[in-house]
């Protein structure tokens, strides 16, 4: 067993006194090489590629004091299937002098050759907003081969290796979950390359890392952690209770079979604190408004090239005069056009914030069969950036308009709901698409 200290970790359920500290960022690829559907290794494209990153602060607590139940609201992949999860947010815990780790996943066969949607993992940090780039990387191998010895690496048949680059300050010290929607990178790739889930068990690494303008730098030891989450097995899938401690003599990311390790069974199970969701194979497509119009409001900055990217660049309305009280002062609908439309999904994505507390948003998409616009979702709206995708109800079909050129629909609006702090209240949308699936 590891006779390094353990410090256990448990996330506190959402209560009415409190609310869990959420934050939003993006996330840099530095490189993306996966084995295709032919069994080659490809680098597939990242320059540029940047997608939102969610993260949820847990608390600390001493081995063996238990936890509340977790609180947890992932991205809403209406596709997706989940095939892995070991997270029940009681008895988690860290190494922290270990910043790379390995650990064995199986999933279950429903995930078995689709894509990966979102994937949830952990990290605890000792340093306060680092002011450079940190790398996850992240790396998958399908066989474990025994007789190697010390610094052989006992792990062959490599499916993925991905590095994820956070931005400075991400992680502010203490505990964090982070789940990261991969299926929004989807669309950048060919469907020859498409990264499929290996069969049933994946070694799946964990190294955290200085970043540098070659992709990885020094490992961070005790600086960054991956979590482990125990308290009993995973609760979909499976793991054995076992780890490769990447620490002989030092981190070098190499796991070899000496340096198996676990940390003294039930209630601290060595076992990745991870979520891992697949959706259906198909071919994926972002598609980007090509048209935005204000039925209530007034324009206040921004144009439709405005909701492309997550860049900043906003949109901007401010409410404007209703004929009634029922209806929202900010109603903005945008058009755009798919490939096809024979789809099998079609979901909105949208970051969006306002100047007020008090208010609601509500994203609807028109349904060209029924002639009505339909609820996707309605929450409250938040004063910074926060990011969502969620998926139209019912057939995918019927949200395009075959007739005249695949024409797809989305409005947003914004009422006021509570208290608000300003008279004049505005929104900023930093972006609007559709995320498709098609045969």
């Known amino acids: ?99 790379s780790a390995l650990d064995d996943i199986t999933i279950l066969p ?10 949830t993992l ?104 991956p979590i482990f989450s125990g308290g009993g097995p995973p609760t979909v899938g499976s793991s054995e209770d076992v780890y490769w401690n990447d620490w002989d003599p030092q981190p070098d990311g190499i796991f070899d079979e000496t340096e198996q390790d676990y940390f003294g069974g039930s209630p601290t199970e060595a076992n990745f604190l991870m979520v891992l969701n697949t959706q259906q194979s198909g071919v994926q497509e972002t598609v980007r408004p090509t048209s935005v119009t204000l039925f209530r409001g007034v324009a206040n900055g921004g144009n439709v090239g405005s909701l492309h990217f997550v860049d900043q660049n906003y949109f901007k309305a401010k409410k404007g005069v209703t004929l009634n009280q029922s209806e929202a002062p900010i109603q903005m609908i945008c058009e755009g056009f798919a490939s096809t439309g024979n789809l099998t999904a079609m979901v909105a994505d949208v970051m969006s914030k306002v100047n007020t507390t008090g208010l609601t948003q509500i994203i609807e998409m028109y349904n060209f069969v029924s002639n009505q616009w339909v609820l996707v979702d309605q929450r409250a709206a938040t004063t910074t950036d926060s990011r969502l995708t969620v998926g139209a109800p019912g057939n995918a079909a019927q949200y395009v308009d075959t007739a005249n050129g695949n024409i797809v629909r989305m409005k947003i609006s914004y009422k006021v709901t509570g208290p608000t702090t300003q008279t004049n209240w505005n929104c900023s949308v930093d972006l609007q698409n559709w995320i498709t699936t098609h045969p």
């Open 122 to 225: 952990g990290v605890a940090t000792s340093i306060g907003n680092p002011s450079v780039k940190i790398m996850n990387r992240q790396l998958g191998w399908t066989t474990f081969t025994a007789g190697r010895g010390a610094g052989v690496s006992a792990f062959s048949n490599l499916v993925f290796d991905v590095g994820w680059v956070f931005q400075p300050g991400q992680f502010p010290v203490g505990n964090w979950e982070y789940t990261i929607p991969i299926s929004q990178y989807w669309s950048q790739i060919p469907p020859s390359n498409m990264p499929r889930v290996p069969q049933d068990l994946i070694y799946f690494a964990q190294e955290w890392r200085a970043y540098n303008i070659f992709g990885e730098g020094a490992f961070l030891t005790n600086q960054f952690s």
């Open 1 to 99: 067993m590891s006779n390094r200290f353990l410090a256990v970790v448990a996330s506190l359920f959402l209560a009415a006194s409190g609310f869990a500290e959420v934050r939003w960022g993006q996330v840099e690829i530095a490189f993306f090489r996966v084995r295709n559907e032919a069994g080659q290794m490809v680098d597939l494209p990242t320059k540029g590629i940047v997608l939102p990153v969610r993260m949820e602060r847990i608390n600390a607590h001493p081995v063996g004091q238990g936890g509340p139940a977790s609180f947890s609201s992932f991205f809403e992949e209406p596709l997706a299937t989940k095939v892995y999860e070991n997270h029940r947010g009681t008895n988690n815990f860290y190494d922290p002098g270990g910043p």
């Open 110 to 119: 429903s995930g078995n050759g689709q894509w990966w949607s979102d994937l």
